[in-house]
């Protein structure tokens, strides 16, 4: 049974430019999440996907944009890159009509902003 | 808003040792309370979790009690292994799929 899984695992680009992160959801899971998470803090939530509309919102400017695709996989979106947006990107996926589901991460993607 | 606090860190203890890693929470309703423990270089896992009151969630030696009239997640472990050297994080969701809330975390370093 395979976890959720995220591409690339890290990656490096200059501020201004245009990044998209994958997240594959764990298998029978219908609700994609991201999350932000800057070195030594713990993780800032970003949005939440549930068929194909973005559901929940968090304070993030609408520079971070996502999409969900019909198999539940989900792209996060990140335009005009600043050095504040260096971080891990973490994905969750979850059930979303189960009460107290818990979410499942994966191992996320290191961005580095130069 | 909803909040999670922890208690600072770092916590460096010795194995076998008795662990507890405080955490308080404020929020509306009754939320679903998580711990989420983070190795070095890999996402977060979920140890242990409680939906309600008194509810006590446990994984792994690990056990957490639901304190609703205290507001507290506290997170204990009898006799702990230097394999448990982490970042331990409490979090809490309002329930069914909504967003998860995180404290700033807790490094826990075990020496043998």
């Known amino acids: 049974d395979a976890g959720v899984t995220q591409s690339p695992t890290h990656l490096i680009k200059t501020r201004g430019q245009q990044v998209t992160l994958r997240c594959s959801p764990k298998?029978?899971?219908?609700?994609v999440s991201w999350y932000q998470q800057a070195l030594g803090q713990g993780p800032q939530f970003i949005f939440q996907?549930?068929?194909?509309?973005?559901?929940q919102r968090g304070n993030f400017p609408d520079r971070f944009s996502g999409h969900q695709f019909p198999n539940y996989s989900s792209e996060l979106n990140v335009n005009a890159l600043l050095l504040g947006d260096s971080a891990l990107y973490l994905c969750?996926?979850?059930?979303?009509?189960?009460?107290?589901?818990?979410?499942?991460f994966g191992d996320g993607t290191r961005l580095s902003i130069l | 808003g909803n909040s999670v606090t922890q208690m600072e860190g770092p916590v460096t203890l010795s194995e076998e040792a008795f662990l507890t890693i405080n955490c308080t929470y404020t929020?509306?309703?009754?939320?679903?309370l998580f711990w989420y423990v983070q190795y070095p270089g890999e996402g977060l896992q979920l140890l242990l979790k409680?939906?309600?009151?008194?509810d006590k969630g446990s994984n792994k030696g690990f056990e957490a009690t639901y304190r609703k009239e205290t507001t507290s997640f506290h997170l204990e472990k009898g006799s702990v292994q230097v394999s448990d050297s982490a970042v331990y994080f409490c979090?809490?969701?309002?329930?069914?799929?909504?967003?998860?809330?995180f404290g700033q975390g807790t490094r826990l370093t075990i020496n043998p």
């Open positions: 969750a996926s979850s059930l979303y009509k189960i009460g107290g589901s818990a979410q499942h």
């Open positions: 298998s029978g899971h219908d609700t």
């Open positions: 996907y549930y068929e194909e509309e973005e559901r």
């Open positions: 929020a509306t309703g009754y939320p679903s």
């Open positions: 409680a939906t309600k009151a008194d």
């Open positions: 979090a809490l969701s309002r329930g069914g799929a909504q967003k998860l809330v």
